[in-house]
């Protein structure tokens, strides 16, 4: 497929600007989603951490508050319950996170709580108890076992709580009692609401998800999710110590930018092994990237309308000297007699005028020539006909096209009876005359695309077109034509001569020997047709 120089110049152009534009967008895409990625992933798992910092701090600061209650007085014996009930409800109504708060005896026996719920109970078989006898204890988020019919639930929603008990000690040192408290996890919506807050307006759709340690529970995250397992890469790199961020991709779901920390504790409270995600949907958190890119885009396709368009007009101010020179060549090769122009504001189209003015008038010069000198190259100089370099030029083509059409060619090879008697009564002039009517009697039995070609003295060759169902029945009904045509009298002068033609034939198709080991093989069938009588056809046995 060719294509006009305008053509080619805008698609030139255009294709340009398309890659240099493909580039921009790959490399400036590739550094903005590294910058964004570094600053977005970074602030995600600074939040993360902040998160899990609060958590802990916020543990911390309860479970110490619990442990210095239980080093007051009131806490030693004898009891005084009215006054331990004023303490804890003092606490609770301080600190309203303290959903439940009791004090319990070394047995297990509640001997006063808020709100008296569970006072005079046993709850010596549950974790707060048994691992407050030990020491400071904090428990993990769990649901409400025994409070969950006796607390207040407006919202209805099942109640879950943070265990945190401290043992209490007499005066000779010993475990007298333990000082238990249950705080509502609600407390931790309020951190992750003081996380999102300052964040809602610049970073949208976040995520805040905290995971249990203990059976990779989701306990803090959006609603349908809680109590749902989140066990993947990013919790086993921050429960490795990484505090850090990362690209998730998860196939055909949405892919996220995520921050991650794990809360390691504060100060003495050694924390509970949560970890906290916090994540971002990436097609929002990566949106000004996108936007960059599609406006890279937008200006690459207008720039690349702008710079066809220059390329265009550019091609046709360049190809307008250039259609001058084609419509004189197209003139010139018509037969017309114009001259060449070579005035042209660009330098090399002038040059490339000049060559050619300079070249037309050496063909000219020499075409005259060149035609005379192929005229005798492949002529027969006596009668006109094709010589042997004729025959083998139009055997190179026939052949081909045979090929193509999956057709025969067939051999005739010709040498004529009695033209030796001729010559030697009437003279050489006329057996010349005579060679050049027998051409013409030749010639009269051929169509068009056949060749009839004079290889020496008094012997010719024909070849045939013919099909490649009969190219014998063909070849013969042909040659019995020239044997019938040549044996009429000839005239020449004022004497009458008689010859006659002996034929040998031979056919070539597509799948047998080269068109050379044909013309042998009519060769060779000719002299039979000689040994045989003469004036005949014979067809060589081997074709």
């Not at 970073?203 to 609603?223: A, F």
């Not at 002529?379 to 055997?395: C, I, Q, S, V, Y």
């Amino acid at each position: 497929m060719s294509l006009n120089l305008r053509t080619f110049f805008a698609g030139a152009f255009a294709l340009i600007i398309i890659m240099l534009t493909a580039l921009l967008i790959f490399v400036i895409g590739e550094q903005s989603t590294k910058r964004v990625e570094v600053s977005i992933g970074g602030s995600l798992a600074e939040e993360a951490y902040q998160m899990a910092e609060k958590l802990d701090h916020f543990m911390w600061a309860r479970a110490g508050e619990v442990e210095v209650l239980s080093k007051l007085n009131a806490f030693q014996q004898p009891y005084n319950s009215a006054e331990i009930g004023g303490l804890l409800n003092q606490l609770k109504s301080s600190l309203p996170v303290f959903t439940w708060v009791g004090f319990l005896d070394s047995r297990g026996d509640v001997i006063s709580a808020t709100d008296h719920i569970l006072e005079g109970q046993n709850i010596s078989q549950r974790p707060v108890f048994q691992e407050g006898l030990k020491g400071p204890f904090t428990g993990d988020v769990h649901d409400a076992v025994l409070l969950a019919k006796l607390l207040p639930n407006p919202s209805g929603e099942p109640l879950q709580f943070v265990d945190v008990s401290v043992p209490v000690y007499g005066s000779q040192g010993e475990v007298s009692g333990v000082l238990a408290a249950h705080l509502s996890w609600e407390w931790s919506r309020e951190v992750e609401a003081s996380i999102l807050a300052p964040l809602k307006e610049r970073m949208r759709e976040l995520e805040i998800y905290v995971v249990s340690e203990k059976d990779d529970t989701i306990l803090l995250g959006p609603p349908s999710l809680i109590g749902r397992k989140l066990s993947d890469d990013v919790i086993a790199s921050a429960r490795g110590g990484e505090n850090s961020w990362v690209v998730e991709k998860n196939g055909a779901d949405q892919d996220y930018l995520t921050g991650y920390a794990y809360g390691d504790g504060y100060m003495n409270y050694p924390g509970l092994g949560w970890t906290v995600v916090v994540r971002q949907p990436a097609n929002i958190a990566f949106a000004s990237v996108y936007e960059l890119e599609r406006f890279i885009l937008l200006s690459g396709l207008a720039a690349t309308v702008v710079f066809g368009l220059f390329g265009w007009l550019l091609a046709g101010w360049i190809a307008r000297p250039l259609h001058k020179l084609a419509h004189t060549a197209d003139l010139l090769s018509g037969g017309a007699q114009v001259e060449i122009p070579v005035k042209s504001r660009i330098k090399d189209v002038a040059i490339l005028a000049s060559s050619l003015r300079n070249l037309v008038g050496n063909l000219t010069k020499t075409e005259n020539k060149l035609s005379y000198m192929s005229d005798i190259a492949l002529h027969d100089g006596l009668t006109g006909l094709p010589n042997r370099n004729a025959l083998k030029e139009f055997l190179g083509h026939a052949v081909g096209k045979a090929k193509q059409n999956r057709t025969t060619l067939s051999f005739l090879y010709l040498d004529l009876d009695g033209f030796k008697k001729v010559n030697d009564s009437l003279g050489h002039a006329a057996g010349d005359a005579l060679l050049k009517k027998v051409a013409d009697r030749l010639v009269d039995c051929t169509r068009e695309n056949e060749i009839v070609a004079r290889i020496g003295g008094d012997e010719f060759v024909v070849v045939l077109n013919t099909t490649a169902n009969k190219p014998a029945f063909e070849a013969e009904v042909v040659a019995a034509r020239i044997i019938s045509k040549l044996n009429l009298p000839i005239e020449i002068g004022e004497a009458t001569a008689h010859v006659g033609c002996s034929v040998g034939a031979a056919i070539w198709t597509p799948e047998g020997p080269e068109p050379e080991e044909i013309l042998r093989l009519a060769d060779e069938a000719l002299y039979i047709s000689k040994r045989s009588g003469k004036n005949r056809i014979t067809f060589e046995a081997a074709s």
